[in-house]
């Protein structure tokens, strides 16, 4: 009977002391196994354009961004791609996934053209970091021309 309530006791985990026991100990061997054989991080880089980047973009001696606002302008979308694409240093990004969505095309941005052929070009050329784009979705579809 002392068997069967164990048993019950460990199956059941009525008190929660089973479950309790067994995310403590996969924690501990966990952090064990982080100790013994660590990972090196992923070289990731985040990018995050913000208001005052773009102010600061916008109002440096170049003038290197056309807005001083959001929405940006499809050629300023364009020139953060393809700096992106091409950076100074001697390695370039496997991979670039850019967070931006259009939900249709804006009038007042400009041409969306050059930022397409930016991306077909991508696309096409084997040496440049492959692009993806986040946007879409069941809720808010992007836009066939987007």
């Known amino acids: 009977m002392y068997f069967a309530l164990g048993v019950w006791a460990i199956q059941a985990d009525p008190f929660g002391l089973s ?4 995310k403590a100990l996969s924690d501990e061997l966990s ?9 090196p991080p992923a070289p990731i880089t985040v ?9 600061g973009l916008h109002n440096d001696e170049q003038g290197w961004m056309q807005a001083n606002d ?3 302008a499809y050629a300023d979308h364009g020139r953060i791609l393809r700096d992106l694409m091409n950076p ?20 007042l941005s400009g041409s ?19 692009v993806y784009l986040a946007g879409g979705g ?9």
Do not use: C
């Not at 952090?31 to 990972?39: C, K």
């Open 19 to 22: 479950s309790a026991s067994d």
């Open 70 to 72: 959001w929405p940006l």
């Open 47 to 55: 990018v995050a354009i913000d208001y005052e980047s773009i102010q």
């Open 112 to 130: 969306m053209e050059p930022f397409g052929r930016l991306l077909h070009r991508s696309n096409l050329d084997p040496q440049m970091p492959s």
């Open 88 to 107: 100074p240093a001697t390695e370039r990004p496997a991979a670039i996934f850019y967070d931006v969505f259009f939900e249709r095309p804006r009038k």
């Open 138 to 146: 069941s809720y808010m579809p992007m836009s066939g021309k987007a």
């Open 31 to 39: 952090r064990i196994r982080a100790y013994l054989y660590p990972v």
